[in-house]
């Protein structure tokens, strides 16, 4: 299992130092939508849970980042009445490697890895709300929203303006 994980650590860097020079030209956007429908833009933005505060997300409370690997917190609250969780992460690409499986796991999108490994099911989010059903990285940030993307859009876009 160490191997794959290895392997797939590999896979994210090689594809992040692809979209990184590809980033470089300023003909080429800065936010793009992986195969699954994910979101990632503002790949040099390091923001905070006041910023995405400061453009209508209503912060609630402070969960539990314990379970969260690499998380320097993580944040309950409210957007157009809709749910939104925002995780925060030193960088964009500590995002992408340590919070992007847990917010597959935390949607949907994957079982708990946990789960494979030992046959036992294990939830990292024990401290929050676990019906979210998908997720935008946004710089430094994993932002989950309850429904649908687009519940969360005018949000997503104002971060970074």
């Known amino acids: 299992m160490h191997n794959f994980r290895f392997l797939l650590l590999l896979v ?7 979209a990184g020079v590809a980033c470089g030209s300023s ?3 800065n936010d793009e939508e992986t195969g699954d429908g994910v979101q ?3 790949p040099d933005g390091v923001f905070t849970a006041d910023d995405v ?3 209508g997300w209503k912060k609630s409370k402070e ?8 998380a320097t917190s993580a944040w309950y609250g409210f957007y157009q009445q809709r749910d939104v969780e925002v995780r925060v992460y030193e960088s964009q690409s500590e995002a992408i490697s340590l919070g992007q499986e847990l917010a597959d796991t935390a949607t949907g999108r ?10 036992a099911i294990t939830n ?3 401290n929050t709300r676990t019906s979210y059903l998908t997720y935008a990285i946004v710089g430094n940030l994993i932002m989950l929203c309850e429904i649908k993307i687009e519940d969360c859009q005018s949000l ?3 971060i970074g303006q």
């Open 12 to 18: 994210v860097l090689a594809a992040l130092s692809i």
């Open 27 to 29: 003909n080429v956007s």
């Open 40 to 42: 990632i833009t503002l």
């Open 53 to 55: 505060a400061a453009v």
């Open 63 to 70: 969960l539990s980042a314990e379970t969260l690997p690499g």
């Open 110 to 119: 994957r079982k708990p890895s946990s789960m494979i490994d030992s046959g």
């Open 124 to 126: 990292a989010q024990t």
């Open 156 to 158: 997503l876009d104002g």
